[in-house]
Structure formats: structure tokens, C-alpha cells
């Protein structure tokens, strides 16, 4: 099974940007299709990205088309989200998670390795 660490997160300005990154090891990174969700304080665990294995593939929330970008390194093991035009709302905890799975989903369910998370914190 794959291990996933998050790192990148932090305090920003609305309208600044932030790359997140997911540190992956353990089994073959190239063989997950990935995502990013993310969870504010009282609210569920939202989808905001997903990137097939190749990197190929790429599915956005409708809230962040246009200022997140997904990508992935599969030869340094690593998921990136390249965020920006950062709001207030875009506060939350976010996650990478890893799904063994044929196709890309947006449902947390079907994810089987998550994260520790990482916290963004967007200042208005």
C-alpha cells in the first residue's frame, strides 16, 4: 500500500497562490489515480481534484476550474496542486488521497489511502 504526505500548505492573502505537494512511497505511485478533497470546520470532505495515473486525465470542482491546477511527478513520486486566485473560502484542511481503482472518481469513498492533511488558511 502506498504512504501519502502532504506538505505546502499555509496562511495567504486573498488572491495569492500555493503549491501543494503529496510525498508518495511504498507501492508503485504510477499505478494510483490520485485527488485532492479538502474539509473545512463543520462542513464534509469535498472533492476538488483528481489526476489519472499518467497524468493524462484531469477532473476539477466546478469552484476551482481555472485557478487549481493538478499534476503529478510520477518519477519523483510526487502529486502537486498549484492554487491560485486563492478566496476565504478556499480554507480547509486538504488532503491527497490514492485509488487503486480503473477510473477516476470524485467520491472519497473511493479512495482507499489518504493523507494527514495539510492546512490552507485564506485571509480575506
Known amino acids: 500500500q502506498v504512504q501519502l504526505v502532504e506538505s505546502g500548505g499555509g496562511l495567504v492573502q486573498a488572491g495569492g497562490s500555493l503549491r501543494l505537494s503529496c510525498a508518495a512511497s511504498g507501492r508503485i505511485f504510477s499505478t494510483y489515480n490520485m485527488a485532492w478533497f479538502r474539509q473545512a470546520p463543520g462542513k464534509e470532505r469535498d472533492f476538488v481534484a483528481a489526476i489519472s495515473r499518467s497524468g493524462g486525465s484531469t477532473d476539477y470542482t466546478d469552484s476551482v476550474k481555472g485557478r487549481f491546477t493538478i499534476s503529478r511527478d510520477n518519477a519523483k513520486n510526487t502529486l502537486y496542486l498549484q492554487m491560485s486566485s486563492l478566496k476565504p473560502e478556499d480554507t480547509a484542511l486538504y488532503y491527497c488521497?490514492?485509488?487503486?481503482?480503473?477510473?477516476?472518481?470524485?467520491?472519497?469513498?473511493?479512495?482507499?489511502?489518504w493523507g494527514q492533511g495539510t492546512q490552507v488558511t485564506v485571509s480575506s
Open positions: 488521497a490514492a485509488s487503486g481503482r480503473i477510473n477516476m472518481y470524485r467520491v472519497s469513498a473511493q479512495y482507499g489511502t
